[in-house]
């Protein structure tokens, strides 16, 4: 390839140019990078009375004519979302009430309030409860401490007496490292572009600029298929908490390399995993066909005396313990958490919750994230299993029933459902379960941003380490398919599930720290 010719200097121009202004115009146009924003916009505000003194008589029939105290009715539809960087929880809500934001409409006087959200946030509904500030009072609502994920939101349909329509309707409220701000008004179901009319075409141009380059470089370069990709079989066993990103990155790195690689995820915990792999590396070593096609993810670093097994860091993951939803405690101290443990703690009530008996719902033996409880926050084993049902103890000696399960999702599955139950899983899976929720200990949120951030001392945490038998060979798929997931492409991918990978500028300093250095 001829680098320096004319027309690819001014390719390589147009893209440098074309990057430089994208990335200025999403800075302008977004303005908060990293940083929570829940907006908010008046999607309709209708006359449903005489509305005479806005000159706009209507006519009217049924309970809008009939019932008392309509004449002057308005109904206002309002959208409240999560239009920035980040997901938002509940204690991202710095206000001193109960609640977390208040929709006050000037000169009006509130009488009824319906509340909707999209059928993929179904569980947003459990928030919009008295107990947890959902009410009003004249011209203001209540609204709950709702979380949020990035691109969630929900609406409020509201009956007003009184004022006029196009009187004013402000949203207030406080959120940490965030804003509450209001987006223009579009029809009910018309989301905001994102980006202004003129910012649209210059992206358009820009655009066709750097297909343009690319077709250049394409139609030119006779290089071979990115580094890391290569083709033949292999398995990924281990982590069961790790199993979401493994079987999406197989799927993208068998898309983005193309050609026959076939990867398969076989997980059966952190444990079984690894003695997994280290029989198959001995039975290929007494046959002399060297390293398995295997891979082995780990929870933690491997038990000693597998001296074979070569490790690569991938990612640190935050795990959490959950309670069920009728437990109420949203926070305990590690020492509370160890005397749980140890079935010290039998009711609820002696750490402050309701009269509800303490259930152990565990995972077995050969699980990474048991391990990772074990030492990282408890400093020892947890008790003899004494319950195969989680409920009734087997045996009558054990202080707590405690019960052993063989995945995260039956531990959520069954704390969820059970009361009094606690449990632990890895911190993705549990924040999509319903029906629980997760603990904050000694006062640190299990907050994936926080941890990778330096910000929180919070101690169940731990480095995913992926193990081979030995080096495998340089051009191998398992050497491809650590290459992607640790350094490549799919970082992303361990980012999107919520860990914060190892060679990243922040996982780095994490990975080091948690494990003595990459």
Request: proline share 7%; with cysteine.
């Amino acid at each position: 390839m001829e680098w320096f010719s004319a027309e690819n200097l001014v390719a390589v121009a147009t893209a440098l140019l074309g990057i430089v202004a994208s990335g200025v115009m999403v800075w302008y146009e977004r303005r908060v990078p990293r940083r929570t924003r829940i907006g908010y916009r008046v999607q309709m505000d209708n006359a449903i009375g005489d509305d005479v003194r806005s000159g706009r008589a209507n006519r009217r029939l049924g309970l809008f004519d009939e019932a008392p105290g309509m004449a002057d009715a308005t109904l206002v539809l309002l959208r409240i979302e999560n239009d920035g960087s980040q997901g938002i929880g509940r204690d991202d809500y710095t206000g001193p009430e109960l609640h977390g934001l208040t929709a006050v409409f000037t000169g009006r006087t509130v009488r009824g309030v319906s509340v909707t959200q999209p059928s993929d946030t179904d569980h947003l509904m459990d928030h919009f409860t008295a107990p947890r500030g959902f009410a009003y009072d004249g011209n203001t609502l209540r609204i709950p401490r709702v979380p949020l994920n990035r691109g969630d939101h929900f609406k409020l349909l509201v009956l007003l007496s009184g004022g006029d329509v196009g009187d004013e309707i402000r949203l207030v409220g406080g959120l940490r490292d965030g804003e509450v701000h209001p987006n223009r008004s579009a029809a009910p179901d018309d989301k905001p572009p994102l980006f202004s009319r003129a910012a649209r075409l210059i992206t358009i141009a820009l655009t066709a600029s750097v297909v343009t380059l690319a077709a250049i470089v394409v139609a030119r370069d006779d290089s071979p298929a990115p580094i890391g990709c290569a083709s033949g079989t292999l398995t990924l066993t281990g982590s069961t908490a790790f199993t979401p990103v493994l079987r999406e990155a197989a799927r993208a790195y068998e898309r983005d390399c193309g050609g026959d690689p076939a990867i398969r995820v076989d997980t059966h915990g952190s444990t079984a995993g690894i003695r997994e792999l280290a029989a198959a590396g001995a039975r290929a070593r007494r046959d002399g066909t060297g390293s398995p096609p295997l891979v082995a993810l780990s929870d933690g670093p491997k038990p000693p005396g597998l001296p074979a097994l070569r490790e690569t860091r991938v990612a640190v993951s935050v795990f959490a313990l959950v309670v069920n939803d009728e437990v109420g405690l949203t926070n305990l101290s590690t020492d509370a958490v160890r005397r749980l443990y140890r079935g010290e703690i039998r009711n609820w009530r002696q750490l402050g919750g309701p009269d509800l008996p303490v259930r152990l719902v565990s995972r077995d033996a050969g699980s990474g994230t048991r391990q990772v409880l074990q030492r990282r926050v408890l400093g020892r084993g947890e008790t003899a299993n004494s319950s195969v049902d989680c409920l009734h103890k087997d045996d009558p000696t054990a202080p707590v029933p405690r019960c052993e399960l063989d995945s995260t999702e039956q531990v959520l599955a069954t704390v969820a459902g059970l009361l009094g139950a606690v449990g632990y899983s890895e911190l993705n899976l549990a924040a999509r379960a319903k029906g629980l929720h997760a603990l904050r200990l000694d006062g640190d949120p299990p907050s994936v941003d926080a941890v990778g951030h330096g910000t929180s001392d919070y101690p169940y945490r731990e480095i995913e380490y992926a193990y081979t038998y030995g080096r495998p060979p340089a051009h191998s798929l398992a050497a491809g398919f650590l290459a992607y997931l640790s350094r490549g492409n799919g970082q992303d991918v361990v980012r999107t599930h919520g860990h914060v990978p190892c060679w990243t500028p922040e996982g780095l300093t994490l990975c080091a720290r948690d494990g003595g250095g990459p």
